[in-house]
T-cell receptor, first 114, second 114 residues
Framework: AQSVTQPDIHITVSEGASLELRCNYS??????LFWYVQSPGQGLQLLLK??????LVQGIKGFEAEFKRSQSSFNLRKPSVHWSDAAEYFC????????????FGRGTSLIVHP | EPEVTQTPSHQVTQMGQEVILRCVPI?????FYWYRQILGQKVEFLVS????????KSEIFDDQFSVERPDGSNFTLKIRSTKLEDSAMYFC????????????FGSGTQLSVL
């Protein structure tokens, strides 16, 4: 069965600083990987996804993530954080074929200091 | 961008009472999902629904839970006799094709069982 680990419950950064949110997955085959963001009072919004090809994927809002098979990781990065990036971030892994039901991590809460 | 709408945003109920959580998926979507997130824990899959029947469900989705698409637009989750441990944020999601199209999530219903 697939699983996702987000080891950091909270991350605090200063506005303008760089950001990296960690995600490790467990899945027997090639995973489909996602990052979602949830701003306060909002639904989960897809930031980016990886299915195949280039292991560095670009997403919305200036985010990117890199798939590293050797480390079973899919870390989310942003070079310069804005105060509006404060939110909950969820990593998810999807199964190939079947009914496609993503499995989510517990989330990482990003706090941005001015 | 089209939205998945969930009502109410907050629901408070007494233990043992029935609750119905409502969702209006995006109009041309065919696949519907319920997820939940207990505070501090992972976002967990509950059930998926397609062609007016459940396609998959998790261990969490026991006989106390049911889903329905009563009128072609709404998608409801019913908990027959709520327990304290049902307190969670419940997310509805939908998408329009099988494969790797993104899930559109609602903003969630926060259920508190007292």
């Amino acid at each position: 069965a697939q699983s996702v680990t987000q080891p950091d419950i909270h991350i605090t950064v200063s506005e303008g600083a760089s950001l990296e949110l960690r995600c490790n997955y467990s899945y027997g085959a090639t995973p489909y990987l996602f990052w979602y963001v949830q701003s306060p009072g909002q639904g989960l919004q897809l930031l980016l996804k990886y299915f195949s090809g280039d292991t560095l994927v670009q997403g919305i809002k200036g985010f990117e993530a890199e798939f590293k098979r050797s480390q079973s990781s899919f870390n989310l990065r942003k070079p310069s954080v804005h105060w509006s990036d404060a939110a909950e971030y969820f990593c998810a892994v999807g199964a190939e074929g079947g009914s496609y039901i993503p499995t989510f991590g517990r989330g990482t809460s990003l706090i941005v200091h001015p | 961008e089209p939205e998945v709408t969930q009502t109410p945003s907050h629901q408070v109920t007494q233990m043992g009472q029935e609750v119905i959580l409502r969702c209006v998926p995006i109009s041309n979507h065919l696949y519907f999902y319920w997820y939940r997130q207990i505070l501090g824990q992972k976002v967990e899959f509950l059930v998926s629904f397609y062609n007016n029947e459940i396609s998959e469900k998790s261990e969490i989705f026991d006989d106390q839970f049911s889903v329905e698409r009563p009128d072609g637009s709404n998608f409801t989750l019913k908990i027959r006799s709520t327990k304290l441990e049902d307190s969670a944020m419940y997310f509805c999601a939908s998408r329009n094709s099988i494969g790797h199209e993104k899930l559109f999530f609602g903003s969630g219903t926060q259920l508190s069982v007292l």
